[in-house]
């Protein structure tokens, strides 16, 4: 399972969970098979979103950038390598 920092989970006013992809601006239903995202999107009592890191429980207000396609990339390598117990090779 790959981390992609462009997907955000959010709910809509109803409770349904939607995703939205910060790098096209899109929403979808479904995240894309062997994705799962790293921030989640909640309302505070106030009515202002505030998000949460799934990996840290960390909560923040305004979501970092996000990394460059090439910097993702990297990172997803490393994460399959060291799934498969492959040690991963710097770039």
Same mark, same amino acid.
């Given at each position: 399972m790959v @981390? =992609?920092? &462009?997907? @955000?989970e959010l709910k809509t006013d109803a409770g349904k969970t939607y995703f939205w992809n910060r790098r096209e601006n899109t929403r979808t239903w479904a995240l894309p098979e062997g @994705?799962?995202?790293k921030w989640v999107g909640q309302k505070a009592p106030d009515g202002r979103t505030y998000y949460w890191c799934r990996e840290t429980k960390e909560t923040i207000w $305004? $979501?970092?950038p996000i990394p460059k396609e090439e910097d993702a990339a990297n990172e997803a =390598? &490393? &994460? @399959? #390598? #060291? &799934?498969e117990g492959s040690p991963s090779v710097p770039a």
């Amino acid at each position: 399972m790959v @981390v =992609d920092e &462009a997907f @955000v989970e959010l709910k809509t006013d109803a409770g349904k969970t939607y995703f939205w992809n910060r790098r096209e601006n899109t929403r979808t239903w479904a995240l894309p098979e062997g @994705v799962s995202v790293k921030w989640v999107g909640q309302k505070a009592p106030d009515g202002r979103t505030y998000y949460w890191c799934r990996e840290t429980k960390e909560t923040i207000w $305004l $979501l970092p950038p996000i990394p460059k396609e090439e910097d993702a990339a990297n990172e997803a =390598d &490393a &994460a @399959v #390598a #060291a &799934a498969e117990g492959s040690p991963s090779v710097p770039a």
